[in-house]
């Protein structure tokens, strides 16, 4: 790098890459994502040999995502076959066929289809909750397979004491095993269908890459699949075309639509040695991109792999489901004994039995496993869509009780690289003929400071001369020979040099690197560059302040570079000349006088701090490391995004609690219901009725989750919400 601005005092900041690099994220386990893989089971625990989406335990683990697919196919074709079977099995009921009004044909031999057919429901329909069942029960951890497991069973062994004699007749429950086999079996259905969906979306995220790609072999361009892609390769991405690998732009300039990505709705503009990412379109121009990484080393694969690890990741509202579940089964134990006694005291055993049943039906937590794992797989597959990519499913819980936000200043706030901020002219000049000047005596150099003074005349369209004899002195600045007059560039020891003054305006230019520039020895002006800040800073802290959030700058830039950004912007308390080491001890006293804090950060000298926080958030942009530390990260490097994932944090939280109120609030007044608290004034629930109500729990419980994938994610659309 030349070092003719050293003089200035300021380090130049680096042109960081806006590369979303993934690589460095933990990997998920390999049943999470690959197709096809053995599915997890719930709590841990295996289901016997029917390998049948697991219900163990309390719903604790998660599915795989390959198993999803072929759970729902199994248990679509268990519930059509068990449907076929049910209903002759309850039209032939004598106690169905009295409820309705109609009489049962006189033919020999008709009544011994109820217990044929109920029989084959029972061991083919009913064996995923049988051998969930004896999974739990080996691992002494009982939850709802063991439940219906035993409503089944008690029915099935009732039924056929009856049908034998041994029993009397009114305690036939052929038809009501049937019903509850068969709703049992559509409930699971329903769960997994919504959980396959939700698996797919996330596997939807490999469907970006396109199916060709153009690769650039000597003055060919031959046609490959992105499968064979090496790093170094380049290729060639046409209009409307889909980048088939990481990589840098070698040649042209297009504006390439990130959305998929990022979440950014606008295209970017990307050019000759600027990073694209996998997955992204070419929107108007072609471009030759070096491949940087393929395979499970792009962008794209590190999304994958951090959503299904927070897939995978428990959570705490989790665990309070899991706890809920075991409870519900002692809670129904100690009920339908009660209720046995009770009944067998105050009415017959054969009522008793019927009101235990029935205890035992309406019990089945379905609602409540399904409450939590669908709110978290919607929740942070939507979120990954949205540009917020939850690598750990607590940090995405704690962020709705965060109160203070560290944001880091280089990179996060700001844009991380220096910018013209002012510009001043001497009288009888303009302020672009200052800047073509500078631009001109500035093209041959590589340092940060000359480009953002090139990137500026560019911007503004300026015509700017050509330059010769160009000359870095070191300390001093540089020169260089524009229209046979000399043009020198540099700071305060220049003009020391060439006894000038510097122009008045630029006093004012406190926390900037200040240029000045000389036309033949003469000061034709001035120029302030400095870190540029984000225009969506100011709107990000804005939007926090309203929420009640303080707002707190860390940086280890000078006192007065960092107290002018700090008030810029607004911010509650700034944290100046801080080195890398000292960030996390900053977290910490803040956690100590009882803040629950969030630190976002971009650097590797962020990543201790980003880790000690209670919630740590990379800005995508930022380098692996800290990307590692953090428990969620912003695809996009929009300040707003922080309020992207607090109004997640709200609304996945506000859903899963509505569920367990749902699932469990259910549960808790159904059961006493169908235990016949009411029969003294005449009520008492049938044990179909019993079955019906679950189901429509768990399909209450399904519907509601599924709202979150209206949310709106966007920066703008989440402050505009939670500001309300």
Known sequence: MNEHHAHTGDEPMPDRSKALTLAAAPAAHDQDVRPGGPPHDHGGQAHGGQDHGGHGGAHGGEHGHGGHG????????????VLVLAVPTVLLSEMFAMLLGYELPDVPGLGVLPPLLGTVIYLWGGRPFLTGAIAEAKARKPGMMLLVAMAITVAFLASWAAALGLLGHELDFWWELALLVAIMLLGHWLEMRSLAQ??????????????????LDGDRIVTVSPAELAVGDVVVVRPGGRVPADGEVVEGSADVDESMITGESRPVSRTTGDHVVAGTVATDSALQVRVSAVGEDTALAGIRRLVA??????????????????????????????????????GTPDQALVRVITVLVIACPHALGLAIPLVVSIATERAARGGVLVKDRMALEAMRHVDAVLFDKTGTLTEGRPAVTHLAAAPGRTEDDVLALAAAAETASEHPLARAVVTEASSRSLIVPTARDFRAVPGLGVRATVDGRTVEVGGPALLAERGAQALTDSEAWAGATVLHVLDDGQVAGALALADRIRPESREAIDALHRIGVEVVMITGDAEPVARAVGAELGVDQVLAGVRPENKSEKVAELQRGGRKVAMVG????????LAQADVGIAIGAGTDVAIASAGVILASDDPRSVLSVIHLSRQSYRKMTQNLWWAAGYNLAAVPLAAGVLAPVGFVMPMAVGALLMSLSTVVVALNAQLLRRLDLRPEASVEAIGR
């Open 602 to 609: 971009d650097g590797v000298n962020d990543a201790p701090a």
């Open 70 to 81: 072929d759970h729902v196919a199994q248990y679509r074709r268990l519930f059509w076959g």
């Open 198 to 215: 939700t698996a797919s979306a996330l596997d939807s995220l490999a469907a970006l890459l396109p199916d060709e790609a153009e690769r």
């Open 309 to 346: 690890d927070a897939q995978s990741s428990a959570t705490h509202a989790q665990r309070i489901a899991d706890r809920a579940a075991g409870w519900l089964f002692w809670f129904v134990l100690v009920s339908a004994l009660v209720t046995a006694v009770a009944w067998t005291v105050l």
